[in-house]
């Protein structure tokens, strides 16, 4: 089954400055790539995602970035701010269903 | 607002006890799914039901109940529950089919005593 890893595992950044947070996965038939953050309180809401087709997608100040040879995708944050702490999750699905398999999160703190 | 309704907030229940947790979309999808999110553990995933179908049941002990009357309600039946039973408990729902967007409840936090 697929198994997805993610790191780090917490990340602290000054404000301004960029976050990039890497996931690795096993199945070479996933793809789709979603990131999810999840804030206090709130369960995890989507906040870009990336299909294989593509090597790289941009919303603003957050990009993915997707390496199928060597399965990996990172998210990347650029000019930080506080709001953007969080948990950030990745995932990826197996071949076969419509389910997700999650890494383990990063906690992400912008300090101002 | 992700579309996404679960009832309710928090939850405290002895071990004795049944409670229920409830989800309800009304997003269109025929999807829905029930995760489990303990503290520095990934995501689990633990059913997913597509038309109302259970599709996975990923080895959940059958003191988790799960029930989906209909493509737009989801419940979880709990009884007997151990003490690291206590999680935030979230619901999902999506499109069917494969890679989709997941929309997320906002979670039952279950404190298990």
């Known amino acids: 089954g697929e198994n997805v890893e993610q790191h780090p595992s917490t990340l602290s950044v000054q404000e301004g400055d960029s976050a990039v947070i890497k996931c690795t996965y096993s199945?070479?038939?996933?793809?789709?790539f979603p990131w999810y953050k999840q804030e206090l309180g709130k369960g995890p809401q989507l906040i870009i995602d990336?299909?294989?087709?593509?090597g790289e997608k941009k919303d603003q100040r957050i990009a993915v970035t997707l390496n199928k040879t060597a399965k990996h995708f990172s998210l990347h944050i650029t000019e930080t701010q506080p709001e953007d702490s969080a948990v950030y999750f990745c995932a990826a699905p197996p071949e076969y269903g419509n389910k997700l398999v999650f890494g383990a999160g990063t906690i992400l703190r912008v300090k101002s | 607002e992700t579309g996404v309704t679960q009832t309710p907030r928090h939850l405290v229940m002895g071990m004795t006890n049944k409670k229920s947790l409830k989800c309800e979309q009304h997003?269109?999808?025929?999807?829905m799914y029930w995760y489990k999110q303990s503290a520095k553990k990934p995501l689990e995933l633990m059913f997913v039901?597509?038309?109302?179908?259970?599709?996975e049941n990923n080895s959940v002990p059958s003191r988790f109940s799960p029930e989906c009357p209909n493509s737009s309600h989801l419940f979880l039946h709990l009884h007997t529950l151990q003490p690291e039973d206590s999680a935030l408990y979230l619901c999902a729902s999506s499109r069917t089919g494969p890679h989709t967007e997941a929309f997320f409840g906002q979670g039952t936090r279950l404190t298990v005593v």
């Open positions: 997003l269109g999808h025929n999807a």
């Open positions: 990336i299909r294989s087709n593509v």
């Open positions: 039901y597509n038309f109302k179908e259970q599709t």
């Open positions: 199945d070479s038939a996933s793809n789709y």
